[in-house]
């Protein structure tokens, strides 16, 4: 198949006409069903703590949330959770970017989870230091995601403040993690305030380019308790929409762009459509589904974005039928 360059990416993002993007997501469809094959693929997800230093323009959880009321997974928590992913093969641990998630105490945890479930372990933990991420490595665990969300580096840097002495630069932290033999996932957010159609055709140039073995793209939504959520959008009809259909045209994209790679039906693109949307991701390109383990008391408090932990519920109903 030969690959599109970035005036056919460009024309993809633009296009309005939608018998010609059914186009692109057949052929998302047909190349997802060659690479990758009709199997589709459940991580469990455990949202283990929402403590974060960071403070993140567009997320729900960062630290300028002070009103939010933090948690953090005991050990035994996980352990519960990460045996319902049994089932699945693989668990994702996620939380903000929380030093009370101690380097040894992680390491403790990858290993019983090792030891008690034999599950793959996938980590998605924030920017930790790289001795943190080898020594998890170390510990046992597979995977790691961090989504580098714009390839744009100032409107990157607009969103994420760094830590004072501690510049963010997650493409480093990704190569990194290669170095140290994880499989890597990243991916960004669809319709960022500011976010340009030709920004977002450097990303997918970049999912290619890094050669990433995950890759997570969903929409944009604002959360009103955050900064981002009263930011002008880009000047000039530059502006990405955060709507269903352009994440479905950047997750065909994708496809397009990785073959091979593992693509989630994301739980914002959920969000967006309510119903049925995690079929449609499916359809468009994507092969991953990650049901959300977090307990109840604990998921409503990952509210990442507005409607997350509700949608979550309905998606887990769905998946209980
Ligand atoms: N809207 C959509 N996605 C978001 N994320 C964080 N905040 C939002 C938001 N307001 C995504 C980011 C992050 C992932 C865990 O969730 O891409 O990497």
Redesign the pocket.
Known sequence: MTWLNGQDILCWLRATNEERLEDLFRLADATRRQYVGDKVHLRGLVEVSNHCVRRCA???VSAHRADLVRYRMTQDEILDCARKAVEYGTVVL?AGEDYGLTTEWVAELIRRIKRETGVVVTL?LGERPDEDLAAWKQAGADRYLL?F?TSDPDLYEQIHPSLPGRPSDRFAILRTLKRLGYEVGS???VGIPGQTFESLVADIEVFRELQLDMI?V??????PA?PLASCPPAPDGRQVPNTELMACKVLALTRLARPDANIPSTT?LATLRHDSAVDLGLSRGANVVMPNLTPARYRCLYE??PGKGACLQRQTQRQAQ
Do not use: D, K, L
Request: with cysteine; charged share 10%.
């Open positions: 567009y997320c729900g996620q998605s989504r969300e991916g960004v957010m997570g969903g929409p944009y939504i604002a959360h955050t914002a990442i974005y």
